[in-house]
């Protein structure tokens, strides 16, 4: 994932791109983004963030996604994706206890005394998980609380968000128009 900023302040650049690698990370949403590209101009002020990232098929069993791999005595499960880390431990732990189960990397699962086809067809969840929807989340996030008013481009896997203080000039969609977000 590449993060580029462009701002009159470089140190408060280098904060955002602090703040959005944090989000990035505490969402689980590494694997999902594979580019933003962020322009700051306190002076004016203005806030743009555009965000390119990769929708996910609808898959909601733990052999859709994840490898299941018998080990002596246990199971080993590796996650895809690790937006799904977090509800599969949810299910693995109300489903077989704690003590069972043990999370041994950042998309690494062990489950103790389990089959690996009685975890294959185990659902994790009852709706499938809307990346764009956490990508909402993600950029409420991070632009700053003051800028209220948004005006906001979806194009395909691409989120524009364009916030000020002020209403939205012309000139300002432009600048946000010749920003790259390089992948």
């Known amino acids: 994932m590449k993060i580029a900023v462009v701002s009159s302040d470089i140190r408060g650049g280098e904060m955002y791109r602090h703040i959005i690698e944090r989000n990035v990370e505490d969402m689980a949403l590494g694997s999902s983004v594979t580019g933003f590209a962020v322009m700051i101009k306190p002076e004016i002020p203005l806030f743009v963030i555009k965000v390119r990232y990769k929708e996910r098929e609808s898959k909601n069993k733990l052999g859709e996604l994840a490898r299941i791999e018998p080990r002596s005595g246990s199971t080993r499960v590796i996650l895809e994706d690790e937006i799904d880390l977090g509800d599969a431990l949810k299910t693995l732990w109300s489903t077989y206890g704690r003590d069972k189960v043990e999370q041994s990397g950042r998309t690494e699962i062990v489950v103790r005394g389990v089959e690996p086809e009685s975890l294959r067809e185990l659902r994790i969840r009852k709706e499938r998980v809307s990346v764009s929807e956490k990508i909402n989340e993600l950029v409420n996030r991070v632009i700053p609380e003051g800028f209220r008013i948004r005006y906001v481009i979806r194009e395909g896997d691409l989120l524009t968000v364009i916030a000020a203080e002020d ?17």
């Open 167 to 183: 209403p939205i000039k012309d000139e300002w969609k432009k600048m946000a128009a010749d920003l790259v977000v390089n992948d």
